[in-house]
């Protein structure tokens, strides 16, 4: 079975200043990568995704992504950060299978980011 | 990107009711809709997966005669939660994908309080 591991609960940051989350999963076959976002009482918002092809994966609001085989990582990044991108961050994963049920995905546990102005 | 929307968002009820919560794909045809439970500060964790015309598969642990998954049509999902009581409350998240789309919509949430 997958597992995805999200080792920040909370990661507190300045306005302005860069930030990394952090995403370790674990599976016996191929996977593809995705983080959301999560603003309160709202659901779940595609940030980017990997699927294949190159490794450095860009998304909206300027975050990007690296996927990296060896490590088994997929850390989440954002070279400045704003007020706004205060919120909950969701990696996961999706087995590279065909057939019901393929589309299903495990979350990590998720990061909450704060920026402080 | 393609839209999915639940409804309502925001559900009060009283102990032994039952609540319904409908998700729906406003501009694709969903062949799968999944459902995720969210405790407060926590990941989601799948309910059940359901694919139109058929029954829902249930992940272990999830009460399938407690929470009554409908997947009528390509465009809604509807999930029941049957004699609501307190610890049912929680925050209810559908999402949602077409044939070919390789790629989960997800709805807005519920959040269901049960008093």
């Known amino acids: 079975a997958q597992s995805v591991t999200q080792l920040d609960s909370q990661v507190p940051v300045f306005e302005e200043a860069p930030v990394e989350l952090r995403c370790n999963y674990s599976s016996s076959v191929s996977v593809y990568l995705f983080w959301y976002v999560q603003y309160p009482n709202q659901g779940l918002q595609l940030l980017l995704k990997y699927l294949s092809g190159s490794t450095l994966v860009k998304g909206i609001n300027g975050f990007e992504a690296e996927f990296n085989k060896s490590q088994t990582s997929f850390h989440l990044r954002k070279p400045s950060v704003h007020i706004s991108d205060t919120a909950e961050y969701f990696c996961?994963?999706?087995?590279?299978?065909?057939?019901?049920?393929?589309?299903?995905?495990?979350f990590g546990k998720g990061t909450k980011l704060s920026v402080i102005p | 990107g393609a839209v999915v929307s639940q409804h309502p968002s925001w559900v009060i009820c009283k102990s032994g009711t039952s609540v319904k919560i409908e998700c729906r794909s406003l501009?694709?045809?969903?062949?799968?809709m999944f459902w995720y439970r969210q405790f407060p500060k926590q990941s989601l964790m799948l309910m059940a997966t359901?694919?139109?015309?058929?029954?829902?598969?249930?992940e272990q642990g999830v009460e399938k005669d407690k929470f009554l998954i409908n997947h009528a049509s390509l465009t809604l999902s509807t999930l029941t939660v049957t004699s609501a009581h307190p610890e049912d409350s929680s925050f209810y998240i559908c999402?949602?994908?077409?044939?070919?789309?390789?790629?989960?919509?997800f709805g807005e949430g519920s959040r269901l309080t049960v008093l």
């Open positions: 999402s949602a994908t077409g044939s070919g789309t390789g790629e989960l919509f």
């Open positions: 501009d694709f045809q969903a062949t799968t």
């Open positions: 996961a994963v999706r087995l590279l299978y065909s057939g019901a049920g393929s589309y299903q995905l495990t």
């Open positions: 359901s694919n139109e015309g058929s029954k829902a598969t249930y």
